[in-house]
């Protein structure tokens, strides 16, 4: 198997030999090799744990993305925080505080982790799970919507 970088750009494909966008992740978080990748693969062990029918996704140059019926959220690496940004985030309910940034638009919202932070494992799968039952929600309105003027 070929050495993956995550700066190639990587489609889900088994006869192009691409690296697919789960090995892109797996790559970029070996490449990080610090705090910022322990937290993006906790990132992810959540991600899946809160839901299992998740599809990854590499878009945008390098950026992981977690989608179901439409993006949950993504996890950007920068030089001091592992940035979580939730594409709906604005419509999610928050009880426990988590978002702590992008917090002034109308539609995304984001929780930066910093070194040394424990995440509240419990209260992220609620609100990745909060996401993709919003997601899972405006699909099944845009089915219904179809459906009927059909």
Not at 87 to 106: R, T, Y
Not at 136 to 142: D, E, K, L, M, P
Request: proline share 3%; charged share 30%.
């Amino acid at each position: 198997m070929k050495k993956v970088t995550p700066m190639e750009n990587g489609k889900s494909s088994s006869n192009d030999g691409e690296a697919s966008p789960s090995e892109l992740i797996d790559a970029r978080i070996d490449e990080l090799s610090d705090w910022r990748g322990e937290t993006l693969a906790r990132i992810r062990m959540l991600v899946k744990q809160a839901d299992p029918e998740v599809v990854e996704e590499w878009k945008w140059r390098g950026v992981p993305v977690w989608s179901h019926a439409g993006i949950i959220c993504t996890g950007e690496t920068y030089k001091a925080v592992v940035k979580m940004t939730f594409a709906k985030g604005a419509s999610l309910e928050d009880p426990s505080g988590l978002f702590n940034s992008s917090l002034e638009g109308n539609t995304r919202r984001a929780i930066d982790f910093h070194e040394g932070e424990k995440i509240d494992e419990e209260a992220l799968k609620a609100l990745i799970r909060a996401a993709v039952a919003l997601n899972t929600s405006v699909q099944a309105a845009r089915s219904r919507k179809k459906t009927k003027s059909a």
